[in-house]
């Protein structure tokens, strides 16, 4: 975080004193200067009393997010859609986008988050379509399972995609990395 690294610089201070003066470890500091990590709980306590700025000062700060950062983002998001056309696309299109703006701390970390949803998703729907024939025979179905298993995936993918979306343009980027880190 760019506010707390200039900070230390105006005060003179290298990481190690920082860390030494607020209790956390260097490689935590180091974290939060380079952007990995947003300060949370006892750790923007601790650097909040230290470098004098309110909690609110510092989220409103972190969470800020400018208009060509969340149109990459949604543009990854959205490009998990090539699922419905080509398989795997879901994986391939966002994976090339975030390669591409990776560089970009915020954008590196929705990237990942949204593959990572996506890597997860194709797996569970995977086994499900593997098992899906096993249970179709133990409980006699007369229907294909495997086409209603592949359909009700195929509609929660693109309805997640969605919300997602519009959870991105209305700068809730902190909800999204909630939910795609519960799955």
């Known amino acids: 975080m760019q506010?707390?690294?200039?900070?230390?610089?105006?005060?003179?201070?290298?990481?190690?004193?920082?860390?030494?003066?607020?209790?956390?470890?260097?490689?935590t500091i180091q974290r939060i200067e380079s952007g990995q990590t947003i300060p949370k709980g006892h750790t923007l306590k601790v650097l909040s009393d230290v470098i004098g700025f309110s909690r609110i000062d510092f989220k409103s700060h972190s969470s800020q997010v400018t208009n060509e950062q969340n149109d990459q983002i949604r543009l990854i998001n959205l490009s998990a859609l090539a699922l419905i056309v080509i398989p795997f696309g879901n994986i391939i299109f966002p994976f090339i986008l975030w390669r591409k703006h990776h560089k970009?701390?915020?954008?590196?970390?929705?990237?990942?988050?949204i593959l990572n949803f996506q890597i997860i998703w194709t797996l569970v729907l995977s086994l499900l379509l593997i098992i899906s024939p096993f249970i179709q025979n133990s409980l006699q179905l007369?229907?294909?399972?495997?086409?209603v298993v592949l359909i009700l995936g195929y509609c929660f993918n693109t309805l997640m995609i969605f919300k997602f979306s519009r959870w991105?343009?209305?700068?809730?980027?902190?909800?999204l990395k909630i939910t795609y880190q519960l799955l």
């Not at 506010?3 to 490689?27: C, H, N, P, V, Y």
């Not at 970009?104 to 988050?113: C, E, F, L, W, Y």
């Not at 007369?142 to 086409?147: D, G, K, W």
């Open 3 to 27: 506010r707390i690294k200039d900070f230390r610089e105006q005060k003179g201070l290298t990481q190690s004193d920082l860390a030494d003066k607020t209790g956390l470890s260097l490689r």
């Open 104 to 113: 970009d701390q915020i954008v590196n970390n929705a990237g990942k988050s």
């Open 168 to 175: 991105i343009r209305n700068g809730m980027l902190d909800r």
């Open 142 to 147: 007369s229907f294909s399972l495997i086409i």
